[in-house]
């Protein structure tokens, strides 16, 4: 069985993975108790050591006002010490699986979706940061896979915290009957997380390079939390009342970073729309 090193073991993507994937890997968790990302060196040797034959890393602060604040800091834990263990794979002959983001794109003025051929442009620091691990691992390593991921959401399971998600925060919304905002000035790709994790076997095993994993959406990311609040059952009054439009943010320059996943789909993977996305996430949990 293959030994699979798993960071960011306890946050809700890599739980997933451990969930929907257990008996056909075995899994080595790696958590911030094991190994500081603070310290690229002592990163390098850990994963050096650790015995895996694949590293899945997803470990990342992805505050994006903790990058903003520290970029120093953060730096060494998103850039450095991923680039440490994509380091420790060359040297072991082992394969890394990293989880990069959409936010590559979001300093670009043109509309998505963007395929791996688009040269990334990020005006955050979080993004800069997964930009310049993709580059390195694209320059430096013949074995490896990177996986863009668009914003992800799903829902609680026994011992699985969600990550906060487009269908969570209507949820909230509709559970506490509390109105909340959604931008009218942004269009992004939203993916059921379920989707990696019951693909992860297909994903390790991609041929080496750079893939968008993304299911499609055309709708802004208000009409989608409207979308989300119809398909709960909330009547129409709700949705008035509740979620609401927010027109200032992102004003000055409306965001469009989705993802062309044309290449992921035709390597395999299933992928398919926002609209489906949340009917099988929906259906899942029993609604």
């Known amino acids: ?3 699979v090193a798993i960071t960011g073991a306890t946050g809700y993507l890599a739980s997933l993975v451990q969930l ?8 080595l968790p790696v958590s911030r ?3 500081d990302y603070s310290r690229p060196e002592e990163v390098e040797h850990f994963f050096t050591t650790i015995g895996a034959d694949l590293v899945f890393h997803t470990a990342a602060n992805a505050t994006t006002a903790a990058c903003e604040n520290d970029p120093v800091g ?7 010490s991923a680039i440490a263990i994509a380091r420790a794979c060359k040297v072991t002959g082992k394969r890394m699986v990293f989880i990069s983001t959409e936010q590559v794109f979001n300093g670009l003025a043109v509309p998505g979706p963007f395929d791996e051929s688009v040269e990334p442009c990020s005006v955050t620091r979080y993004g800069q940061q997964k930009a310049a691990v993709d580059a390195w691992m694209h320059e430096s390593l013949e074995d490896y896979v990177t996986v863009r991921l668009s914003w992800m959401f799903g829902m609680a399971l026994p011992g699985v915290k969600p990550s ?3 269908v969570g925060n209507v949820l909230h919304a509709l559970r506490t009957n509390t109105p909340a905002k959604f931008t009218c000035n942004e269009r992004r790709c939203m993916t059921y997380a379920q989707r990696l994790a019951s693909q992860f076997a297909k994903v390790c095993s991609l041929p080496s390079g750079l893939y968008h994993f993304a299911s499609s959406n055309d709708l802004t990311t208000f009409e989608s939390a409207r979308l989300v609040a ?3 059952g909330a009547s129409e009054d709700d949705v008035e009342r509740l979620i609401l439009p927010d027109t200032e943010r992102y004003t000055d320059r409306f965001r469009d970073f989705r993802l ?19 009917e099988l996430c929906l259906r899942d949990f029993g609604w």
């Open 33 to 35: 108790a094991d190994v």
């Open 1 to 3: 069985m293959q030994r």
């Open 74 to 80: 953060t730096d060494l834990v998103n850039r450095d």
């Open 260 to 278: 062309d996943a044309r290449k992921a789909q035709s390597a395999g993977i299933d992928l398919g729309s926002f609209v489906d996305d949340v």
């Open 20 to 27: 929907y994937n257990r008996g056909l890997f075995e899994f």
């Open 230 to 232: 119809r398909r709960f």
């Open 164 to 166: 906060p998600g487009i």
